[in-house]
Each structure stands twice: as C-alpha cells, then as structure tokens.
C-alpha cells in the first residue's frame, strides 16, 4: 500500500529499531516500543477504572482500492489528510491529558527535531485551556523513561530560535523530569507523574 504526506511525498516506515532484536530484550519491556508499552499501560488503566486514555488515528485519506473480492478489499494508495497532534489524549482524575511519546537512540540529550512545530503548538494550545500536557521521553540505549511536562519543553523549543540549543541535554531531563520505573501493571505508570503535576 502506497500512503502519501499532504505534500504527496511517499511516506516510507522506519525500520525497526535494534531493541526489537532478541539479542538486545531488556527484560523490563521485552523489547516493545515505548508506543507498545504505553499503549499496554492504558489497557490496563481502562480496564480497572483508572483513566481513559487512547492514542489518536492518524487521519488517513484512501485513494485506491483494490476489491479482489468483497471479503479481501486492499488500500493502495493512501495519503494523511493533515498533520497530526499529538499521540495520546483522555482524561484522568476530572483532567485532560495530552501528551506525545518519543525514542531517541542518543545517550546523552533528546534532540528537539523529534517534535513538530504543530505539535508544540497543540500542546501550547492545550495548556492554555489548562489541560495537563507533557512528553513521555524514552532513552533507547539504556530504556530509561521520563515525562517531561509540556513547558519545560516549549521553554527549549522557543530558545532553540534565538540561537539556543537543538536538544535538550539529558542532565536537565533527568532534573525537571520524572523518572518512570517499570512495573508489571501498569508496565509503564506515567500516570504517578501526572499526579505530582496535579498536586
């Protein structure tokens, strides 16, 4: 299936990462992604009650189909209606959440070309109307998860333009975030950030 950007260039999926190798399993995640993990921990927070919180589709528009039979129709060409948000929204303790989730294989700062300046917008927009926004970063090389709150983020973002740095140094994360320790369930608990937030 061919999925085209708005601009009509070809969108073309990442490989997968090393960490999905076996050799390279940490038994803290097993290997998922930290979408997988994350998207794991919110089953498990609808589940028993405690937040419902999903990860956003990505508006798609279909623009072929190919109809073999009715039971096995196949999308052959596809393009993103527009640019996309952020990753995850819903709501927690009477409050909205939203955040974004993010890799980088660099070891010592997170690169600020992960995000998108829509992106950094939408979480500007939304802690406007006081909503409780923030990044969920993962250091591949040693699977080490924080949440990052939105304005500690914009703050980079906003200085990078003013001849301020590209990344974020991971001293800084490891000081304004919050370290997220797995568990069994929920495997990753990010939700005991967004309860110092609140509180």
Known sequence: MTIRYPNGNQF????????????????SN???????EINKSNAYYL???????????TPIQIVSVDYPKRSAARIKEAYFRKAS????????????????AKETK???????KNFHKHQVEHMRQCLEQQGICFAVIKFISDQTVYVLKATDL??????????G?????RKIIEQKGFLIQYRINP?????QAVDSFIE
Do not use: C
């Open 154 to 163: 914009i703050e980079y973002w906003d200085s990078q333009s003013n001849g």
């Open 106 to 112: 660099n070891k010592t700062s997170f690169p600020l």
């Open 165 to 169: 740095r590209k990344s974020i140094p």
């Open 47 to 57: 589940r028993e009650g405690i937040a419902v919180i999903h990860k956003k589709p």
């Open 30 to 36: 097993r290997g998922m992604t930290l979408e997988d």
């Open 12 to 27: 073309h999926e990442q490989p997968a990462s090393s960490s999905m190798h076996n050799d390279s399993i940490d038994f």
């Open 187 to 191: 495997l990753l608990p990010y939700l």
């Open 85 to 100: 948000t952020t990753d995850y929204n819903g709501v927690y303790r009477g409050k909205y959440i939203d955040f974004d």
